[in-house]
């Protein structure tokens, strides 16, 4: 098992950046990672996934091109960097850990441990 705890949200005007850290603990190395999201009423959605090494990487349609997904084994982090942020990217954004290193899915039901959260809030 893998705990892991997101920080970086917050409010960032349209056309912003903001970077999101999932520190983990435990095996963190030997897990694939994600990041979702979610607003109130609608399933967690796919936005970015990296494989243990961090050479493998995937991107949700709607972030392609404009987040960046990277982690750093050394110090059992998984970032996400956000640039030209839009309102419809507001959400609760969660980091996931799959048990299989190159276990990169799309779906949330695949995925083992998953962090509280970090509100994001991007004001038009």
């Known amino acids: 098992q893998v705990q892991l705890v997101e920080s970086g949200g917050g409010l960032v005007q349209a056309g912003g950046s903001l970077r999101l850290s999932c520190a983990g603990s435990g095996s963190f190395n030997s897990y694939a990672m994600a990041w979702f999201r979610q607003v109130i009423g609608m399933e967690r959605e796919f936005v970015a996934g990296?494989?243990?090494?961090?050479?493998?990487?995937q991107y949700g349609d709607s972030v392609k091109g404009r987040f960046a997904i990277s982690r750093d084994n050394a110090k059992n982090t998984l970032y996400r960097q956000m640039n030209a942020l839009k309102p419809e990217d507001r959400a609760v954004y969660y980091c996931a850990a799959h048990r299989n290193p190159y276990g990169i899915a799309r779906a949330s039901g695949e995925y083992d441990c998953w962090g509280q959260g970090t509100q994001v809030t991007v004001s038009s």
């Open positions: 990296i494989g243990w090494s961090g050479t493998m990487k």
